[in-house]
Nanobody, 115 residues
Framework: QVQLVESGGGLVQAGGSLRLSCAAS????????MGWYRQAPGKQRELVAL???????NYADSVKGRFTISRDAAKNTVYLQMNSLKPEDTAVYYC?????????WGQGTQVTVSP
């Protein structure tokens, strides 16, 4: 099993920045990639960014150039640096870890961007 604990959400004004953290524990060796998803009220959960074991990354078009995903392998932690935040970035952000057999989710952290 893998446990994920997120932190770093909060309220910020448009144009501001936040950094989310996701600390993984448990069967870390089974994880192939980790990522961040978000879900706004009334909308489906969507991929924001992901990072693979080889540190290659993918981003949603809506966040390219503003968000950066990174990882600290020694700390088993993945980060999402969010800059130039917009009100439409408001959502609950979920950390995700994928192994070959299972998908794991964190509890979610609220990010609210005021106009």
């Amino acid at each position: 099993q893998v446990q994920l604990v997120e932190s770093g959400g909060g309220l910020v004004q448009a144009g501001g920045s936040l950094r989310l953290s996701c600390a993984a524990s448990g069967w870390i060796f089974t994880i192939n990639l980790m990522g961040w998803y978000r879900q706004a009220p009334g909308k489906q959960r969507e991929l924001v960014a992901l990072i693979r074991r080889d540190s290659s990354t993918n981003y949603a078009d809506s966040v390219k150039g503003r968000f950066t995903i990174s990882r600290d392998a020694a700390k088993n932690t993945v980060y999402l640096q969010m800059n130039s935040l917009k009100p439409e970035d408001t959502a609950v952000y979920y950390c995700n870890a994928q192994s070959t057999i299972q998908n794991y989710w964190g509890q979610g952290t609220q990010v609210t961007v005021s106009p």
